[in-house]
């Protein structure tokens, strides 16, 4: 009782969580796929280019690759709520 446990995440759930908001936030995501242990979630940037994040696995929480910097902190927040 009273102990802290640590939450664990998969690359799925992070990668659906970063859709989730990258929805919100007017972003339009085309597709998520496997690659390896990771998730590659292409969406398409206000420029209208398709850029691709990568969202993989850690050993205390997951990496994030090529993710808009504005909108790291909201999807470390609602995965890690910091």
Do not use: H
Request: aromatic share 10%; charged share 20%.
């Amino acid at each position: 009782p009273g102990q802290y446990k640590k939450r664990y995440y998969t690359p799925l759930q992070g990668a659906t969580t970063l859709g989730d908001i990258l929805r919100r936030r007017g972003y339009s995501v085309q597709r998520m796929a496997p690659y390896g242990n990771s998730r590659v979630v292409y969406y398409r940037g206000g420029d209208g280019v398709i850029r691709r994040a990568l969202v993989s696995p850690g050993t205390d929480r997951l990496g994030f690759s090529n993710v808009p910097s504005s909108l790291m902190q909201e999807v470390l927040a609602a995965l890690y709520g910091r």
